[in-house]
């Protein structure tokens, strides 16, 4: 069988390669007869010698190339193979011989590689899902771990993580660990996952440079009903500062939201909408001004010298007469 996967859906895409080992194989007879190639740097001839090899204590071998195709359709950059190469050697290939291709960009059905290798190669294309398909996504993968979330739960995972499905499968199964066997709830999702209590902060600053003083105050004591302390707050305040200061330093040669996202290492469209929105209110002067406003308010904190309670109100006061 010789199968192409291609497109930017890289989980989906590792998870069907992760099912056909098992169907392939048996335990402890993968090793002998599993092949990556993980670059372009593939000579023609080990590659007909990797798949020409016979089984060993199997039925089958199994080859995976990674991200050769687009390379070869794209001629982005120089591959150690030609087409015509790789195209003879597929039609040669045995049946005990299974070859993937795994390319993490979509290829173009009018390009020369799929034209190549369309009459003797399955090939499939594996989108990311967008909108209302993720939450069915998630819904498919809590079946697939024994877990089960209430809709709620499954809309807030996907406004908090968009369509990162790697990370969202790691959160689904702190979730489903967490509520050992019960249902996920929108409050489990609160405590559970970071970018959750991201936007419980982001609520706290927006009231805060709204001059709505209680509002901003009952949105940190909501955070400490959570079971977080004060000193946990002032962190997560700064770590949101810095970042701010990070999107203001970045917009000046990146306009592109998703760009920005990827330079600070957040995943959440909403994170990246509010970080941008918020860095566009404060000058560099007083962000760095809270920065070592909430420094020294951490010393305190932790010396015991202020009081929690005003030391939210400090906090408050900061962000409102700053911003």
Excluded at 43 to 55: D, I, M
Excluded at 208 to 224: C, E, M, P, V
Excluded at 306 to 320: F, G, K, M
Aim: with cysteine; glycine share 4%.
């Amino acid at each position: 069988m010789i199968k192409i996967l291609h497109g930017e859906n890289e989980f989906d895409i590792s998870m069907e390669i992760s099912k056909l080992k098992s169907s392939l194989f048996s335990p402890g007879s993968i090793d002998s007869n599993l092949t990556i190639f993980s670059d372009n740097s593939i000579e023609a001839s080990y590659l007909k010698s990797v798949v020409s090899t016979v089984p060993f204590l199997s039925d089958y071998r199994l080859v995976v190339i990674e991200n050769l195709l687009y390379i070869l359709d794209s001629n982005e950059k120089k591959s150690s193979i030609n087409l015509q190469e790789l195209v003879e050697i597929l039609k040669n290939c045995p049946p005990s011989t299974h070859v993937i291709f795994k390319d993490e960009r979509k290829l173009k059905s009018s390009g020369r590689v799929l034209k190549s290798l369309v009459d003797f190669a399955e090939i499939k294309e594996v989108s990311l899902p967008k909108g209302r398909q993720i939450n069915f996504w998630i819904k498919s993968r809590l079946s697939q771990i024994n877990g089960k979330a209430s809709d709620q739960a499954i809309s807030k995972l996907t406004l908090l993580l968009g369509n990162n499905l790697r990370l969202i499968d790691q959160e689904l199964k702190k979730l489903v660990l967490f509520c050992d066997g019960k249902s996920i709830q929108s409050n489990d999702v609160n405590l559970i996952i970071t970018e959750a209590r991201d936007i419980n902060i982001f609520s706290a600053i927006d009231y805060a440079l709204q001059k709505k003083t209680n509002l901003a105050i009952k949105s940190f004591i909501k955070l400490l009903t959570d079971g977080l302390t004060v000193s946990s707050i002032v962190s997560m305040v700064y770590r949101q500062i810095r970042l701010l200061i990070l999107v203001k330093e970045i917009m000046r040669r990146e306009k592109n939201h998703e760009q920005i996202g990827k330079a600070i290492g957040i995943n959440s469209t909403y994170a990246i909408r509010k970080l941008i929105e918020q860095s566009k209110i404060y000058t560099f002067n007083q962000l760095f001004i809270i920065l070592k406003r909430l420094l020294e308010m951490d010393l305190l904190i932790k010396t015991g010298q202020i009081d929690e309670n005003i030391a939210l109100e400090i906090l408050v006061s900061e962000l409102s007469t700053n911003g």
